[in-house]
Nanobody, 127 residues
């Protein structure tokens, strides 16, 4: 049973930083793609970043490229999202997700089509 536990959200001023963590269990970590998505009030859920360790692929939304960095620790079965230079428009609930269809990671990212989801963690950026 795939389990995903996101943490690390909080309140930060614009220009600040946060590091989100997603602890995983119930699957072979390196065989799955993992990713971060977010949903702001009144908006649809969107992809932020995702990574496939096995295929050495990573994707970023244009809005976060250069500011956010995704990484993973296979030993800890944890995926991280380092978020720097945060902006008020980054305010959202952030979710981590996982899917074993690593060959389709790009499509899954664009379509927000990952199979397994964790609970969200709130990120609020004040101006």
């Amino acid at each position: 049973d795939v389990q995903l536990q996101a943490s690390g959200g909080g309140l930060v001023q614009a220009g600040g930083f946060l590091r989100l963590s997603c602890a995983t269990s119930g699957f072979t970590f390196d065989d799955y793609a993992t990713g971060w998505f977010r949903q702001a009030p009144g908006k649809e859920r969107e992809g932020v970043s995702c990574i496939s360790t096995r295929d050495d692929n990573s994707y970023y939304a244009d809005s976060v490229r250069g500011r956010f960095t995704i990484s993973s620790d296979s030993a800890k079965k944890t995926v991280y999202l380092q978020m720097n230079n945060l902006k008020p428009e980054d305010t959202a609930v952030y979710y981590c997700a996982a899917d074993k269809r690593t060959h389709f990671i790009g499509t899954m990212f664009e379509d927000v089509g990952f199979a397994s989801w964790g609970q969200g963690t709130q990120v609020t950026v004040s101006s």
